[in-house]
């Protein structure tokens, strides 16, 4: 199948498109990621996390706090349950 004038517009057209895209999000991309995190759309978002934190409350930042240990705790036991298995 040969290249034809059409594949390489389609291509122009496409990296363009791309391209204006990615420039407009980039433009507005506090609000996108805002957007996006109230939506629930589950994905990490390193610089909102970091803003956020100063301005929640003493118990947000606990209950935060508390979620994070259990989750480091949940971790090391899998992983000493993974060490003892291994062994065996």
């Known amino acids: 199948m040969a290249i034809s004038s059409d594949h390489l517009t389609g291509l ?5 498109v791309a391209s204006l895209g990615f420039y407009f999000y980039k433009k507005n ?3 996108i990621d805002e957007w996006l995190h109230r939506q629930s759309i589950g994905f990490p978002l ?3 996390r970091a803003k956020d934190a100063s301005a929640k409350s003493l ?10 240990e259990d989750l480091i ?3 090391e036991l899998a992983q000493k349950s993974q060490a003892q ?3 065996a």
């Open 12 to 16: 122009v057209v496409g990296v363009g």
């Open 46 to 48: 390193p610089g909102l």
């Open 29 to 31: 991309q506090a609000q």
């Open 85 to 87: 298995a291994a062994p």
């Open 59 to 68: 118990e947000d930042l606990l209950r935060e706090k508390e979620r994070l």
């Open 73 to 75: 705790a949940e971790r």
